[in-house]
């Protein structure tokens, strides 16, 4: 089935001016902003926060950040598992060109609809397929993409009834209590996986991505850690040596700090188990192709 699959006609090279040494268009000002290596984001109009409609949504804000600092205008973002569509949303605003690939038809959809809600004044294209994250290299040219971003499924740690530990009273009893917020139960879904499985699939996939991405170019993936059964689930660590396994290199670690998103969090371990928590943090990991690779 790989081998029908065309290339894809999507722009991947700088529209802009700036100067081939710059990494961006940002001023010295606005670079400024981004070497604080703490970030935190509203939501906008735009944003998704129902989890009825994608139980993990990240803000505009967050992707136009890291696809600003990470790319110019004309080249190609990639997000592998690009769920309610926010990547390329934010790819649009910037008149980046940008690939999202999904596994979920219905995602894919909500993906579009947002698209064509949006502007229409600049000259990229934002393309939202239908296909599993393993096949992306057979639609694309090796060395074309500029940037990687994404916030990947969370191995298997979605995929249990939500307990609402952390809230207590009337707040524990929300619309998510003792729901399952996952993605599908398609076995190729990430979301399906424990977390063993999950980290070798990761890595399988950004193995065949790698040779995609330009020299020197960015590989961002947003995840947090998480609790199962009173142990700490170090998603973050897992990734970051699956990926050195897979050649690339770690350049950055980012906090997102959520706390001024987050409402209502209860009392959580006390008095007897002090565990910080994760919905209050999230990291960004930031990765990218070696030169020599």
Partial sequence: ?????????????????????????????????????????????????????????????????????????????????????????????????????????????????????????????????????????????????????????????LNRQRKNKSRRGETRNNDQFMKIEQYSQDPRDLGTMPIDIYTQNMGDIFERLLPLLKPKAHCVINVPDMWWENKRITIHVALIEELRKRGYELRNIIIWDRTNIVNQIGIFGWPSNYITMGVTFEYLLDFWKPPES
């Fill in 1 to 157: 089935m790989a081998q029908d699959i065309k290339k894809i006609n999507i722009g991947f090279t700088r529209t802009c001016d700036c100067a081939p040494s710059h990494i961006n268009c940002l001023s010295a000002k606005e670079w400024i902003k981004n070497q604080l290596g703490v970030w935190q984001f509203t939501y906008e109009k735009r944003d998704i926060r129902d989890k009825s409609v994608h139980p993990a949504t990240f803000p505009v804000s967050l992707a136009k950040r890291v696809i600003s600092l990470f790319s110019h205008e004309g080249e190609l973002v990639l997000d592998p598992f690009t769920g309610s569509g926010t990547v390329l949303l934010a790819a649009q605003d910037l008149n980046r060109n940008a690939l999202g690939f999904d596994l979920q038809e219905k995602y894919i959809e909500l993906c579009k609809s947002r698209l064509i809600n949006n502007n229409f004044f600049n000259n990229s294209k934002q393309i939202p397929i239908l296909d599993d994250a393993l096949n992306i290299q057979d639609y694309l040219e090796k060395e074309t993409l500029s940037l990687i971003f994404t916030s990947p499924p969370y191995a298997n740690l």
